[in-house]
């Protein structure tokens, strides 16, 4: 067909540019370090514990994984905290090659490095490599309850507009339990302070405590900025004391809401009874604890209504998830369930990770293998990032059956634990002369072989003994691509000359094309 000898090539550029937007995208708070910005006055005790961050972020390039983005540099804000450290937002640092700070009024920069980041929940901490910063500039005291609706608050950072700290005032308008990044959720505080970029990081400041740290805003809409509170803040502190970053832990099903009186009909239950319906419970393995059609009337003791909604003061209502951060333990959480009439008391076990088959990178740089012409590695939600806002892309994804359309939410199987994709066109060879670019399709079969992940594929390649290798991909339609294996091997390492590559593969990659890793076999 037609479209199969030009569409994949322009696709790819396609994603191309969409990912340079993802890229920007990812640091919403934080702006290029040659902007300015006008000050306002500044109280001395709170001011100075407030920093500027300037970073340089090396971003992950998914359509070229051999190689990283240009260096991008951005600022943000940052905040003294206890322990001699900084806290800021991770997206301002994430990828980051160098860090460093500068003090409210001062004019030399102390370079820092990144000791814990949290990209779920949007926190990091810095540490510097000159500790006598601290002696003159003291951690601002954290409030330990949540604020109130309509509580005046500041908004410190060096936002957009000047190179002096900026000050900003508004009320506290909403508070919400919410998705963070995927999968991460947690509570977040609405406020009417301008937020605008590079305040990412800056402390929101209510009476004399600090109640949060501001980290974005609802895309251009006037005073409706966002902070992460303290009881957010406290949970990530105490989860990186060990030195390691463990995560929030949660749980996974999902459920839906008692409103529909038919449906209060069907489950037999009574007018009394209130709660929320589990749908799809995480796993259908006979010993987890919730299955289908369970209501879930209470967390611990707090009950559940119909929404799912639970009420935490009598002037805050969230979502009852929100409770598992507050009750949980030894990764349990206690719940109330009706079951066929009958009321439960179950312990639901808790996870920090959702696994999906096409997986966030969360910092890491993306595996890659070239082999003869062709780029392989594996589907991330950075690789499909240009599907996100590109709706004719994404119908023609769907059209053609493509995995990274069709099984973008699902869960990881022994028969196909990733999503192995063609990352790039082919590089100029004769070997690939007649066949469309494969860009973005994902691998099916090699030689018959059912690829179930980029290390399966390598070690699948490796141990070929036929003439020729056959790649099949997951496609309704499309080409079928037949290479001489002999040649394909031979021609790598010219391939990878030509074309200023370094390596024919990621670390872990080479490890398994080597013989010494684990591949995964047949």
Do not use: C
Not at 431 to 457: C, K
């Amino acid at each position: 067909m037609h479209v199969n000898r030009f569409a994949p090539a322009r696709l790819l550029m396609l994603m191309l540019i969409a990912g340079l937007a993802a890229a920007a995208a990812r640091v919403p708070l934080a702006h290029a370090a040659t902007d300015a910005e006008t000050s306002g006055p500044i109280p001395v005790n709170l001011g100075n514990a407030v920093v500027k961050v300037f970073a340089t972020l090396r971003l992950p390039d998914p359509y070229r994984p051999w190689t990283k983005q240009a260096p991008q540099d951005i600022t943000a804000s940052g905040v003294v905290i206890e322990g001699h450290r900084i806290l800021t937002n991770a997206h301002a640092v994430l990828y980051a090659s160098q860090v460093q700070i500068q003090g409210t009024g001062a004019g030399d920069k102390i370079s820092a490095t990144v000791e814990a980041i949290a990209p779920g929940i949007d926190l990091a901490v810095l540490k510097l490599d000159d500790d006598s910063f601290f002696a003159t500039h003291a951690p601002i005291a954290r409030a330990s309850a949540l604020p109130q609706i309509k509580d005046a608050v500041l908004a410190y950072g060096f936002p957009t507009g000047g190179t002096s700290l900026s000050i900003t005032k508004g009320i506290v308008s909403r508070i919400e339990f919410v998705a963070y990044n995927y999968p991460t959720s947690g509570l977040r505080i609405q406020i009417d302070a301008a937020i605008n970029p590079g305040n990412s990081g800056g402390p929101a400041v209510a009476g004399d405590k600090m109640i949060g740290l501001a980290f974005s805003r609802l895309g251009d809409a006037q005073n409706i900025g966002y902070i992460i509170p303290n009881e957010e803040i406290e949970l990530f502190l105490k989860d990186i004391a060990d030195g390691h970053y463990d995560g929030k832990p949660a749980f996974f099903d999902d459920l839906q809401t008692l409103e529909n009186p038919a449906l209060r009909s069907f489950l037999k239950l009574d007018k009394a009874v209130s709660g929320i319906v589990v749908h799809q419970p995480y796993s259908n393995a006979a010993t987890y604890p919730l299955k289908e059609w369970d209501v879930i009337t209470h967390i611990g003791d707090t009950p559940v209504d119909d929404q799912g909604m639970v009420n935490v003061t009598p002037d805050l209502r969230v979502n009852f998830r929100y409770m598992v951060q507050k009750i949980s333990r030894d990764n349990h959480v206690p719940l109330t369930i009706v079951r066929n009439g009958k009321t439960l008391n179950i312990s639901l076990p808790l996870l920090t990770e959702r696994p999906q088959l096409v997986p966030d990178v969360r910092g890491e740089y993306p595996s890659y293998f070239i082999y003869g012409p062709m780029v392989f590695s594996r589907a991330t939600a950075l690789f499909t990032s240009a599907l996100n806002n590109n709706a004719a892309l994404m119908g023609l994804f769907g059209f053609l059956g493509s995995p990274l359309v069709t099984e973008r939410g699902a869960m990881p199987t022994p028969e196909r634990q990733e999503l192995v994709v063609v990352a790039s066109p082919f590089f100029p060879s004769r070997l690939a002369e007649g066949y469309s670019s494969p860009a973005a399709m994902v691998v099916a079969t090699v030689n018959g072989v059912h690829i179930r992940s980029l290390a399966h594929l390598v070690s699948v390649l490796r141990d070929l003994k036929d003439e020729n290798v056959v790649f099949e991909f997951d496609s309704r339609s499309g080409e079928s691509m037949v290479f001489p294996r002999a040649q394909m091997v031979a021609a790598t390492e010219g391939i990878l000359t030509d074309n200023g590559v370094r390596a024919q593969g990621s670390a872990d990659l080479l490890a398994v094309w080597q013989g010494k890793g684990q591949g995964g076999g047949k």
